[in-house]
């Protein structure tokens, strides 16, 4: 298999330990916690900053699509049922549904450190 891209591999990695969906996969990839200026008492203040790995939403979504398409991650429906290959002319899936690495994802992840 051809080595993926920084942008697959973070997303592999966002899903390595259990099924998410993407807004889960992107606040895992471009959001980190900061301590710096948070304050409980105050709801302005914030204690999420953008991420060091922080990529475009359009390109995680790309990223998803190629690994579904290579089998590198599993796809869950919203209602529970894993869907072992989404329509190829509804992409609508990318935005809805729930995603899991396969063993082949993982021996991925796991073959090309990033």
């Known amino acids: 298999m051809s080595p993926v891209t920084k942008t697959q591999w973070l997303v592999l990695n966002a899903t390595s330990d259990d099924f998410e969906d993407l ?7 471009c959001l980190e916690f900061s301590a710096e200026r948070y ?3 105050d709801p302005k203040s914030f204690y999420w900053r953008e991420g060091a790995d922080a990529v475009p939403l359009s390109d995680i979504v790309e990223a998803l699509r190629f690994l579904v398409d290579h089998g590198m991650l599993s796809v869950r429906s ?5 869907v072992v290959a989404p329509p190829t002319n509804d992409l609508s899936y990318l ?3 729930w995603f899991g ?6 021996a991925v992840l796991t073959s090309e450190p990033q």
């Open 101 to 106: 690495i396969t063993a082949t994802g993982r």
């Open 23 to 29: 807004e889960q996969i992107y606040r895992s990839i």
């Open 39 to 41: 304050d409980p008492s």
């Open 78 to 82: 919203p209602q529970g049922d894993i």
């Open 95 to 97: 935005l809805r549904s």
